[in-house]
């Protein structure tokens, strides 16, 4: 299995970007799909999560209302829309796949992940 991460960058703040996690070697659609964060010196956390069709979406408050994630299985790829970004959104973003998280905001619920993209904020 493999999750490939990409699409991150410097940003000044009020700026967007687009992060893509390209999976193979799994069924795609079998899994929930989650987006996490680690900012330096901090502990990894929660940034959005999407189920196996895409109906229901979840995000972390810090992000609600300017972060998308969407998914198109047909190409097995989860999208995070991250836009108005702040300096504070300065990590790196990891996406993971889970086949049947009990908690979608847990990282230990998600047994795939791939190697992270940086996202950068100036202010």
């Known amino acids: 299995v493999q999750l490939q991460a990409y699409g991150g960058g410097l940003v000044q703040a009020g700026g967007s970007l687009r992060l893509s996690c390209a999976a193979s070697g799994l069924t795609f659609s079998r899994h929930f799909m989650g987006w996490f964060r680690q900012a330096p010196g901090k502990e990894r956390e929660f940034v959005a999560a999407i189920s196996w069709s895409g109906g229901r979406t979840y995000y972390a408050d810090s992000v609600k209302g300017r972060f998308t994630v969407s998914r198109d299985n047909a190409k097995n790829t989860v999208y995070l829309q991250a836009n108005s970004l702040k300096p504070e959104d300065t990590a790196v973003y990891y996406c993971?796949?889970?086949?049947?998280?009990?908690?979608?905001?847990?990282?230990?619920?998600?047994?795939?992940w791939g190697q992270g993209t940086l996202v950068t904020v100036s202010s």
């Open positions: 993971a796949a889970g086949a049947s998280p009990r908690d979608y905001s847990r990282d230990d619920e998600y047994g795939y």
